[in-house]
């Protein structure tokens, strides 16, 4: 497991895969706690315009190229873990930015890992990126 303080401390950028509208959903609510903590939160989600007034996209590869994505959060069931790596390795190729993929608790895959790693991404593997972030950081929380 790559070192999760400088992740989080170099991130500027993070896309939530799965962030729901519905603020009662723990992906909303995580993705404003980053918001609330100065990271801009780049909403990832087909069902969605708009999330915690961020535009919101279908899949990482509608984000736009000149955005810079640092960390791609999965809230994604794990059988689904695996395209998400593809997808960031897909957009790492077309803008040259290496972001790390973090899966939230559960939703981890072998797979995934291994394709992240294969492609040269850090992978963290069934962290919730809130607590992380409170604990490294404590006086943000």
Known sequence: MPDLKPILSDAQTIAVVGCSGREDRTSHKIARYLQDNGYRVVPVNPNYDEVLGEPCYP?????P???????VNVF????HTADM???????AQSTDAQPAVWT???????EARDLAEEGGLPYVKNR??????????????
């Open 85 to 91: 790596v593809r997808d960031a390795l897909q957009r």
């Open 59 to 63: 899949d990482l590869q509608h984000v």
């Open 76 to 79: 994604r069931r794990r059988e």
């Open 128 to 141: 919730c990126i809130m607590v992380e972030h409170g604990r490294l950081f404590p006086e943000a929380a």
């Open 65 to 71: 190229a000149d955005t810079r994505i640092d960390v």
């Open 104 to 110: 939230q608790l559960g939703v981890s895959s072998d």
